[in-house]
């Protein structure tokens, strides 16, 4: 069993950056795959951004290359966000999984193990 806890989630303004950790228990070497997503009001949850074991690979979804960054520390994963708009409002989710290549890692179907959730609400 894995046990993910995120943290670090808030109101922020328009233009604001903020970062998102998430905090790994258990049987890492099964799910060696960690991930973000999130769920924008109303709609579904979506991939953000993933990272292999080892920070070996890095993936992200279109619309937040070049202002997210995911990192990993072992079984502990960062989402440095910036240039935050509106649009990044969401429940964010860490996530893992034993998926190690695309497009797997992009499904959500493909991750077993999820935390609760942090919001992360951008005022414009």
């Known amino acids: 069993q894995v046990q993910l806890v995120e943290s670090g989630g808030g109101l922020v303004q328009n233009g604001d950056s903020l970062t998102l950790s998430c905090a790994a228990s258990?049987?890492?070497?099964?799910?060696?795959?960690m991930a973000w997503f999130r769920r924008p009001p109303g709609k579904e949850r979506e991939f953000v951004a993933a990272v292999l074991w080892g920070g070996v690979g890095t993936y992200y979804e279109d619309s937040v290359k070049g202002r997210f960054t995911i990192s990993r520390d072992n079984a502990n994963v960062s989402l440095q966000m910036a240039n935050l708009g509106p649009d990044d409002t969401a429940v964010y989710y860490c996530?893992?999984?034993?998926?190690?290549?695309?497009?797997?890692?992009?499904?959500?179907?493909?991750?077993?193990?999820w935390g609760q959730g942090t919001q992360v609400t951008v005022s414009s």
């Open positions: 996530a893992a999984t034993g998926a190690t290549s695309e497009p797997r890692i992009r499904r959500r179907s493909a991750y077993n193990y």
């Open positions: 258990g049987w890492m070497f099964s799910s060696p795959t």
